[in-house]
């Protein structure tokens, strides 16, 4: 029978940072999800990117958002947006509603 061994509880995660330096609090976009940065990551640098969690982030200032509504990251923008209207990336869902003008919202991650 194949066996798994417990290796971390995958909330944050060892982040080698193979791009522009990354500050603390910088979201990064992941192939399939985000992380936020726990540390200033240098070029190259290993660092912590925590995985999970509620984290206020920038938002969309057009639309609302209901709480548990998925949302995604687009990295272009540099904001969370209500809707996957292309290449956006999973980033969880609003931990709570958030007006049509408001630009920052609570997202839960992981």
Same mark, same amino acid.
């Given at each position: 029978m194949a066996k798994g061994f417990f290796v971390q509880d995958g909330k944050v995660l060892d982040y080698k940072n193979d791009g522009d330096a990354i500050a603390y609090g910088d979201v990064v976009a992941l192939t399939a999800c985000i /992380? *936020?940065?726990?540390? =200033? +990551?240098?070029? /190259? !640098? +290993? !660092?912590?990117? @925590? *995985? @999970? !969690?509620v984290y206020e982030l920038p938002a969309d200032g057009s639309a609302p958002f209901t709480a548990g509504?998925?949302?995604?990251? =687009?990295? $272009?923008? !540099? %904001? *969370?947006?209500? %809707?996957? $209207?292309? =290449?956006l990336i999973p980033c969880g869902f609003a931990a709570a509603p958030k007006e049509s003008s408001a630009t920052i919202c609570f997202c839960k991650i992981g």
């Open positions: /992380g *936020v940065a726990e540390c =200033d +990551i240098p070029q /190259g !640098g +290993i !660092g912590a990117l @925590s *995985v @999970s !969690g509504q998925a949302l995604f990251w =687009d990295s $272009s923008a !540099g %904001t *969370v947006k209500g %809707t996957n $209207s292309g =290449d």
